[in-house]
């Protein structure tokens, strides 16, 4: 099994920056992407940026330009850089691994951008 352990969450003012980042651990060898979700009060679940094993990188189209996803295979670490933050850029964002035999998630950590 994957276990993931978010970080860096918290309250910050538009237009300002944070960095999530997501620790993995135990059968770390079988991820083959990670990817950053959010859900915002009363939405749907939305993926927002996702980097494969070889590194490829995908963003939504909300974040494009704000976002980027990045990684650190010695720390077993990837992080999500969220830059010229908007109010409705606020939720719950989560980290997920994907392997071909389960998709596990992280526990969440709320970010809220202030207006």
């Known amino acids: 099994q994957v276990q993931l352990v978010e970080s860096g969450g918290g309250l910050v003012q538009a237009g300002g920056s944070l960095r999530l980042s997501c620790a993995a651990s135990?059968?770390?060898?079988?991820?083959?992407?990670m990817e950053w979700y959010r859900q915002a009060p009363g939405k749907q679940r939305e993926l927002v940026a996702r980097i494969s094993s070889s590194g490829s990188t995908n963003f939504a189209d909300s974040v494009k330009d704000r976002f980027t996803i990045s990684r650190d295979n010695a720390k077993n670490t990837v992080y999500l850089q969220m830059n010229s933050l908007k109010p409705e850029d606020t939720a719950v964002y989560y980290c997920a691994a994907a392997s071909p035999l389960e998709f596990t998630w992280g526990q969440g950590t709320q970010v809220t951008v202030s207006s």
């Open positions: 135990g059968r770390i060898f079988s991820i083959n992407a």
